[in-house]
T-cell receptor
Framework: GQNIDQPTEMTATEGAIVQINCTYQ??????LFWYQQHAGEAPTFLSYNVLDGLEEKGRFSSFLSRSKGYSYLLLKELQMKDSASYLCAVTDSNYQLIWGAGTKLIIKP | NAGVTQTPKFHILKIGQSMTLQCTQDMNHNYMYWYRQDPGMGLKLIYYSVGAGITDKGEVPNGYNVSRSTTEDFPLRLELAAPSQTSVYFCASSYPGDANTGELFFGEGSRLTVL
């Protein structure tokens, strides 16, 4: 079956760096997304990786290794507003999006 | 730009009642989706559409129906509501293509309680 695994919850300190991992097993691969979802709100797009390597966008970076079925989202200089759930999603060979359950990130002062 | 607009934002439904969640997008996206999200869970695809007149079942279609008569609108119908349909429903749209990522744009969500 198709599966995406990410940690349920992580805690980090304001100003620090945190890495949220995502591993996937899907039938084919056509891209990996990271979305941010604040409590009670809709998900919003953060990043997209389709080739191996690191994509950097301000304080956020996303890495992909297709051979390992692995991605991570790196958040630098953490701010209190980064407290949210981070959803990993993979597009499979049929261009269907498979979603992980999300990682709840708690930022402490 | 309004983006993706969902109504209602909140609703309480009695068991056995029916209702329609409305979704409209003004971005001329051909792909539209309905997801449900239960507490602490990921998004589950209910139905999707790749264009006007075309709909297809997702992972959890039972108890729901959709139609896509126009590019803009993609209503979700709940028939004979059950407590298991208590959830947050998100409508989303996208425009997959070689020139873009095909990222999803979400509506604000509709919080539905069935009692």
């Amino acid at each position: 079956g198709q599966n995406i695994d990410q940690p349920t919850e992580m805690t980090a300190t304001e100003g620090a760096i945190v890495q949220i991992n995502c591993t996937y097993q899907t039938s084919g691969f056509n891209g990996l997304f990271w979305y941010q979802q604040h409590a009670g709100e809709a998900p919003t797009f953060l990043s997209y990786n389709v080739l191996d390597g690191l994509e950097e966008k301000g304080r956020f970076s996303s890495f992909l290794s297709r051979s390992k079925g692995y991605s991570y989202l790196l958040l630098k200089e953490l701010q209190m507003k980064d407290s949210a759930s981070y959803l990993c999603a993979v597009t499979d060979s049929n261009y269907q999006l498979i979603w992980g359950a999300g990682t709840k990130l708690i930022i402490k002062p | 730009n309004a983006g993706v607009t969902q109504t209602p934002k909140f609703h309480i439904l009695k068991i056995g009642q029916s209702m329609t969640l409305q979704c409209t997008q003004d971005m001329n996206h051909n792909y539209m989706y309905w997801y449900r999200q239960d507490p602490g869970m990921g998004l589950k695809l209910i139905y999707y559409s790749v264009g006007a007149g075309i709909t297809d079942k997702g992972e959890v279609p039972n108890g729901y129906n959709v139609s896509r008569s126009t590019t803009e609108d993609f209503p979700l119908r709940l028939e004979l509501a059950a407590p298991s349909q208590t959830s947050v429903y998100f409508c989303a749209s996208s425009y997959p293509g070689d020139a873009n990522t095909g990222e999803l744009f979400f509506g604000e969500g509709s919080r539905l309680t069935v009692l």
